[in-house]
């Protein structure tokens, strides 16, 4: 907060000088930033963490065995809230393509 304070200082003492001597429109000076942006840990939004939440009670299950109400009310139970069918689908395509991406030994 100091730090903040003393850069304030700083600059209103500049455009005054600037003002005084008539070299506002001439004179012109990039400032440092007020404050650097922190890199927010992932996720951002409720949304990911509620979908990162979901994807986590559903890491035990396998999908194919499970219909969609059923795996709604496994979320319910884990996590306290429902979900949709949308988030499960999505879910499903996901782990079908994870599976899919290994390659499968042929049968002898």
């Known amino acids: 907060m100091k730090k903040l304070k003393n850069l304030k200082r700083r600059i209103v003492r500049r455009v005054r000088e600037t003002f005084r001597n008539g070299e506002f429109e001439r004179k012109a000076e990039i400032l440092p930033p007020l404050y650097r942006y922190r890199k927010l840990p992932q996720p951002r939004t409720t949304q990911h963490r509620r979908q990162q939440e979901i994807y986590k009670a559903l890491s035990d299950v396998k999908a194919s ?4 109400t059923e795996l709604q009310e496994i979320v319910r139970q884990k996590t306290g809230t429902a979900c949709s069918r949308k988030v499960i689908a999505r879910w ?3 782990q079908k393509l ?3 991406a290994q390659p499968s030994s042929p049968a002898v």
């Open 65 to 68: 065995e499970w219909t969609y």
């Open 92 to 94: 499903k395509k996901e």
């Open 98 to 100: 994870k599976s899919s």
